[in-house]
């Protein structure tokens, strides 16, 4: 028999981290889910355990708070608890010139981006237990690949990720812990980037997925141990095109791109 | 009572506007088109020209009234023009609200939909559940979108209640936008012989005269900002058809399409519209929800607003009559 699984998924109230949890626990694995107060947990939790015969725990945390990140292992611990997969996906989006938000958003931004997952990654790693294999998943993005403005903050918050991902997979080598880094492009998650997603055609199309296939084609390559998941085949090109380019081409491009709107 | 409805010649509107008109009220009927043949004649029914797109018609329509029933959508599958979805659905939502605001409107009972929930998974979705999956329909997309303007509304103290019918049926025309009538007016002509999928999808099926009464109770019951499924009887297509079948007593030889087929066909009519600008017969994005149920709990309405489900067969019955003997 499989053993019972559980998992930890931050920022499960909305967009992609609703999906992984609504795929993980269509996979029977139990879960414990972490985001703001007021979010709708308790109704997601709710529909999730009457419809998949799993449990689906909820914790309502600012997880920008250094006692969030121990408040969640303390929970586990007093349900005896052991976690098996940590989801690091909370995280904050903007797309602005960097004048233009305060000192507070990029504070609680790179909180939420940068520490969290990091913080989270450290405690997990302290209460696996290595008999049974855990795993790990970075909810990066294409935007920590490719330098583009007005995602100054949000981009280099991802390219940490990826750095930190990349390196924690040399240094599990030989540990039963898998860690994946997922670098989707765009995702239809919420309200605005569904106005703004509809307007895009060909190739910028082509990025854009539904937040419940990132989520699918994400848990399969965590369970495969896959380093790195790009969902769909136009990222991949362009993951394969950014390789090749040389910069001074692919600044052109974006130059040219900021000039034409205005 | 001086009662404004929009959305007038739609399916659910029209039949609305007679409903509270014969109870006495004085129903301003807006509509577009003042002579569209759907508009039904009746004293206490006064068809206003205007548009909810045009706000300063929705301000001339809406004066002294009390109450405000906004039905009016964009419901068709496809658009030439895909930022109508947008513009009727959420503009236009947000314009009759600030109208109705602006002119001390007591109470609004806005038409939503079940599709912002969607497919469902395992049991039927109440008002609570969460949505779990994207919204690649447009129609979907923009009444969820709709129901976020809505609820910002009814934070600043505007008194909404929103309805969420599922697939309406019943005694109506049949429009590009009411599948049901199309399948059954199709059915009965001989010409409709498709049962997409294996026949064993299920969807939610409500019948027209309980949705109207579903919105006069929520105008009289509904809690403020709450929201209300007003659907009917859980039906798989193989059921549907069975019942179509033993109420209209017309046997036709029903041909099953494998999803894989209609996805593959739906792909092609995507492209035609793309090319030459015609409606397409189906989508993709439709194409992949036979692959899913679309199940609806009316318990909430039922228990708050003592809400009632006419009996599916019944309800065939009364539209296939309708359909023979309205058939052009």
């Not at chain 1, 499989?2 to 998992?7: G, S, V």
């Not at chain 1, 303390?74 to 997969?85: E, F, G, P, S, V």
């Not at chain 2, 577009?32 to 043949?37: A, I, S």
Request: positive net charge.
């Amino acid at each position: 028999m499989k053993p019972l699984l559980t998992a930890i998924v931050t920022g499960a109230s909305e967009g992609l981290g609703k999906a992984f949890s609504v795929e993980l626990a269509r996979r029977g694995i139990n879960l414990l889910m972490v985001s703001l107060p007021g979010t709708g947990l308790n109704h997601l939790s709710t529909y999730l355990q009457k419809s998949f015969d799993v449990k689906a725990d909820y914790l309502e945390l600012d997880l920008t708070l250094q006692e969030s990140y121990t408040g969640i292992f303390d929970y586990l611990k007093q349900n005896n608890t052991t976690a098996h997969i940590l989801i690091n996906n909370v995280g904050l989006g903007n797309w602005d010139w960097f004048i233009d938000k305060s000192t507070a958003f990029y504070k609680t931004q790179l909180e939420l981006n940068v520490m969290t997952p990091v913080m989270l990654t450290r405690v997990f790693l302290g209460q696996v237990d290595d008999s049974v294999t855990s795993y790990i998943l970075n909810v990066g993005s294409l935007g920590g690949l490719f330098v583009v403005p007005k995602k100054a903050t949000y981009g280099a918050s991802k390219a940490f990720i990826a750095y930190f991902t990349k390196c924690m997979q040399l240094e599990l080598h030989g540990r039963n812990v898998k860690m994946s880094l997922l670098s989707p492009g765009g995702i239809n998650t919420k309200p605005e980037l569904l106005v703004m997603n509809q307007k895009l055609k060909g190739i910028a199309a082509a990025t854009i997925f539904e937040a419940e296939d990132v989520a699918r084609i994400a848990i399969d390559g965590l369970f495969k141990g896959k380093k790195e998941i790009v969902p769909g085949a136009a990222n991949k090109f362009l993951v394969t095109l950014n390789g090749l380019l040389p910069a001074f081409i692919k600044n052109a491009i974006v130059k040219r791109k900021l000039k034409d709107h205005g | 009572m001086k009662i404004l409805v929009t959305g007038a010649t739609g399916f659910i509107g029209r039949q609305l506007c007679l409903k509270l008109a014969q109870a006495g009220n004085h129903v301003i009927a807006l509509c577009r088109n003042t002579q569209h043949p759907y508009l039904i004649p009746h004293a206490n029914i006064a068809p206003i020209k205007g548009d909810i797109l045009d706000t300063a018609s929705l301000k001339a329509a809406i004066q002294d009234c009390d109450q405000v029933y906004h039905t009016a959508a964009m419901a068709k599958m496809w658009c030439r023009n895909p930022n109508e979805f947008y513009d009727t659905n959420v503009t236009g939502t947000i314009n009759v609200m600030e109208a109705a605001k602006a002119a001390g409107i007591k109470r609004i009972v806005y038409t939503s939909t079940c599709g912002v929930w969607g497919p469902t998974l395992k049991h039927p979705m109440t008002e609570d559940d969460p949505r779990v999956v994207g919204f690649p329909i447009a129609y979907e997309r923009t009444k969820y979108l709709a129901e976020l303007e809505v609820n910002k509304f009814v934070a600043n103290g505007l008194d909404v209640v929103t309805v969420n019918p599922s697939r309406v049926f019943g005694e109506g025309p049949v429009t590009d936008s009411n599948s049901v009538s199309k399948m059954v007016g199709g059915y009965l002509k001989g010409k409709w012989r498709i049962i997409p999928g294996d026949g064993s999808q299920i969807s939610n099926y409500a019948y027209l005269d309980d949705v109207v009464d579903g919105h006069i109770l929520s105008m009289e019951k509904g809690l403020t900002g709450n929201r209300y499924i007003l659907g009917g009887e859980d039906k798989s297509f193989d059921e549907f058809f069975a019942t179509l079948k033993e109420v209209s007593g017309k046997e036709l030889g029903m041909i099953k399409v494998p999803q894989k087929v209609i996805k593959f066909y739906s792909r092609i009519e995507a492209l035609k519209s793309q090319l030459t600008g015609l409606a397409p017969f189906f989508l993709p994005e439709f194409a992949d929800r036979i692959n899913f149920n679309q199940k609806y709990s009316s318990q909430k309405a039922i228990d708050h607003l003592g809400y009632r489900i006419t009996p599916f067969a019944e309800g065939m019955k009364r539209t296939v009559n309708f359909l023979r003997n309205n058939a052009n």
